[in-house]
């Protein structure tokens, strides 16, 4: 089965704090998503990520967040200035065809 | 717009009983349909999907019927596993379409 990786697997921040969460996705593969999930809640839209363009956002996706692709390979999620309420596990995907293959996951915590 | 329905949990079985997680959605279109299972501490894996009315998905003798005129994906096992443990997750895509989620159903099978 198509491999999407992320690092780290856990980061804790201090509040206001900038971070980046990164993904390597599987290879020649272009549509990625973010998603986070708030400790046993649902799993929520942040942004899907087309050809190097956002696609589309979610309303959680404010100006506190952005993606990129800074060398070509790697996807990368910035939250700029981190909140309490940001403390999630974040999963990149990358959709092959009909389905989307998950990373493992990085559990985001904000002190 | 399209959204996804599923049971509360959390789903208590013994060893050996029969498993249903009923799943209801909303769609614009045709829509794709998947399960998606997350173990403790992981990451969501895809567990089986289908992508047109009528469609069966099945994998590790889990098995979901695409039901158009139901509105319905239900996920069912015939004898469930402590091992299946874990959280089941509804979804839903379109073509190039973000996935969307349901709540997520806790499964706990005892020996």
């Known amino acids: 089965e198509p491999e999407v990786t992320q690092t780290p697997s856990h980061q804790v921040t201090q509040m206001g704090q900038e971070v980046i969460l990164r993904c390597v996705p599987i290879s020649n593969h272009l549509y990625f998503y973010w998603y986070r999930q708030i400790l046993g809640q649902k799993v929520e839209f942040l942004v899907s990520f087309y050809n190097n363009e956002i696609s589309e956002k979610s309303e959680i996706f404010d100006d506190q967040f952005s993606v990129e692709r800074p060398d070509g390979s790697n996807f990368t999620l910035k939250i700029r200035s981190t909140k309490l309420e940001d403390s999630a596990m974040y999963f990149c995907a990358n959709r092959v065809g009909t389905e989307a293959f998950f990373g493992q996951g990085t559990r985001l915590t904000v002190v | 717009g399209n959204s996804v329905t599923q049971m509360e949990g959390p789903v208590t079985l013994s060893e050996e009983a029969f498993l249903t997680i009923n799943c209801t959605y909303t769609a614009t279109g045709y829509p794709s349909l998947f399960w998606y299972v997350q173990y403790p501490g992981e990451g969501l894996q895809l567990l089986l999907k289908?992508?047109?009315?009528?469609d069966k998905g099945s994998n590790k003798g889990f098995e979901a019927t695409y039901r158009k005129e139901t509105t319905s994906f239900h996920l069912e096992k015939g004898s469930v596993q402590v091992s299946d443990s874990a959280v089941y997750f509804c979804?839903?895509?379109?073509?190039?379409?973000?996935?969307?989620f349901g709540s997520g159903t806790k499964l706990n099978v005892k020996p």
């Open positions: 979804a839903l895509s379109g073509d190039f379409n973000k996935f969307y």
């Open positions: 289908a992508t047109k009315a009528d």
